[in-house]
Structures are given as C-alpha cells and as structure tokens.
C-alpha cells in the first residue's frame, strides 16, 4: 500500500505542473505537491485489493483558525475538539455504503498537538533567528492517516467530502490525487462541488 501513496507525487506529476503556478513557495514544505496555502488542503488517496488508504495534510489555519501553539483554554478546547473531529473518519469521508468500508486506523499528527515533526527542525531555528515576529512565519500542519477495509471495494467510484468541508469551513479547497487498480487521476473539489467521482 505504501508503494501505491508514495507513487502518487509521480503518477500526478502533471497536476502538480498545472499548480505549481498558483501557489506560495516555501522550501520547508511538507510533501512535493504544492506548498502551505491557507484554505488549501491536500488529500491522497489509494485502492489496492480491499485497502483504501486516506492521506490528509492541511494547514492547521484550515482546521483551528490557527499555527501557533496553544496556550490559553480556548485554543487547547479547540485543538482537543478538532482532534477529536479528525479521529471519526466515517463523520469525514462519505464512501458509498455498498462498497462495506470500515475504517481500521486512523492516526492524527501535528506540532500543535505535541507530536514531532522531523521535517520541522529547522522552523525552530529560524524563528530564533527572526526574533520577536517569529510567529509571523510559523507554519503548522496537521496530518491524518485513514485506513478503511471495504468488503466490496469494486463498488466504490466516488468519495463525498461534504462533511469534511461542513466540520472545516475554513478550509475551501481540496486537491485530491487518486491511484486505484482501474485510474490515477487528480481532482480539485470544493465545498459547491464536494464529491470525487472516480
């Protein structure tokens, strides 16, 4: 499965062409498809046999309102509610019922909730460097891994991500790249068109 997701920046290497264009460029950027743009959100997706695998990586701003760490209860109240939002991923990803999918792992990982974040080391360092606006450049990200099973994974042929955009309104795009036995495709969804169909 790892092979199929770690395929997916090359098989797509035409819509990250196509987006290049459009976006910030930041060196320290998480993944080669595209840098930290607010309201952005990328989502990779892989089939093989039975295993459908989710991949999420968004700005924190999309999913918190923020990047910085939390310090007073609000913020900590908001990164434990979203957390807890990321973790349901039946409550994010609609899949079609005839398909059986059941979700068997998740996993939620981000700075802001203490993990670390081996391609951060270096964040630390320039903010030392640029003293008192330090938050100014500060870029948090939130990453979320999905595992589903589907009894029937013949039948899955589109993906809704409605109430992923109604528990996030912040984030208003969402670039999706697909590999599964049948096509690779990327797509571009948002909250007036919210399904992938495949």
Known sequence: ????LLALPFALLPLAVAHAADEHDHDHEHGSLGAHVHGVARLDMALDGRTLELELDTPAMNIVGFEHPATTDADKMTLALAKETL????????????AGCTATRQRVESTLFGDKDDDDHDHDHDHDQAGGDATEHEHSEIHGHYQFTCSAPNVL????????????PATQ??????????????????PSNPVVKF
């Open 87 to 98: 973790l349901k991923p039946h409550a994010l990803f609609s899949l079609p019922e005839t």
């Open 173 to 190: 795009t969402i670039q999706v790249q697909l590999v599964t036995p049948k096509r690779q495709m990327g797509a571009e969804v948002r």
């Open 1 to 4: 499965m790892r092979r199929l």
């Open 157 to 168: 042929n589109k993906l809704d991500l409605t109430q992923l955009f109604k528990s996030f």
